[in-house]
């Protein structure tokens, strides 16, 4: 399979991940990075030795050898840049959530749909083996018809200090758990109310409940709590359960499976969605842009997740932000 030629736009702790993962995947060849943070820039292409940088994206895009390009920059941003990528003639990958509002993602499939280009959104639990097999099952019908789901993901507190000056809990983690139960149910929802609380005064609410009615009849219930102590022992507290007519899913996802024991007392540490083992980066991220990457290498468009799956959860989910202002139900 042939190697693709890669940028990366936006190099925050996550962009690096998607540096450190994209060295070691052997379809692509990552010649570019772009921040506006000189030092930063510098830093990321001397440990990872990549030739190209750039401070301004539009020269990154302008560059005709690089083929396809991740948007890894706040939220707010994500429209332009994929809107330009996109323009600019290349592949883009783009991190959930796919855009800060609806009306900036219909902008950004509209050009993608204008373009012969892939568009891909990194809703990487829909990679996790354990929500995929959720997914296959329910799709088999060995829990009859799902009738109620209810999902948490949980922070402690220091892990989402400088998140919350960006976005919120339910809008920066529930998205992930509210994608999975519209994949799960193949439905949409049809009402929704939700309450949220601002504990650490930041400009995002740290805490947020959202309840859905969903067209098929189910309920879906979201909780994304950024507040957890500091002290609590997993990285990740995530939880799913899935109750059908004729059976029940339930997903521990808080890495329970691994526990370590130390001066500082139980540790449960993140080990599926991108530990580094080895000095080599594994788990979900990996696997979701070796996808990405052999869509691209093969012309064969991306199918496990839709542009417009990602739009429809982050309309939801910015309707349930408006239930909770307004402390009301709001039918869709």
Known sequence: MRQVRYGIIGLGWFGEFHVDTMKQLPQADLTAVCTRTESRLKEIAENYSIPTTYTDYHDLLANPDIEAVSVLTHVADHADIAIDALRAGKHVFIEKPMANTPEDCDRIIEEAQRSDKFLMIGHICRFDSAYALAAEQIAAGKIGKVVSLYAKRNLAGFITETQLEKISSLFGDG????????????????????????????????????????????????????????????????????????????????????????????????????????????????????????????????????PQESRDVVYAMRVAEEAARKNEVIHF
């Not at 994304?224 to 507290?237: E, G, H, K, R």
């Not at 580094?276 to 093969?298: A, H, I, P």
């Open 175 to 306: 998205i992930h758990d509210l994608d999975l139960m519209f994949w799960f149910t193949g439905s949409k929802p049809v009402s929704v109310s939700a309450q949220t609380q601002n504990t650490r005064n930041k400009p995002y609410d740290d805490i947020g409940w959202a309840m859905f009615r969903l067209e098929n009849g189910a309920t879906a219930v979201v909780q994304s709590d950024w507040s957890l102590p500091n002290n609590v022992p997993y990285a990740i507290d995530a939880k799913m359960e899935v109750i059908g007519t004729e059976g029940i899913i339930q997903i521990d996802n808080s890495g329970v499976n691994f526990m370590v024991l130390g001066e500082s007392g139980v540790q449960y540490p993140q080990a599926t969605y991108w530990p580094k083992v080895n000095g080599m980066r594994r788990g979900y991220l990996k696997e979701e842009l070796d996808y990405f990457l052999k869509c691209v290498s093969s012309d064969t468009e991306p199918e496990i997740i839709t």
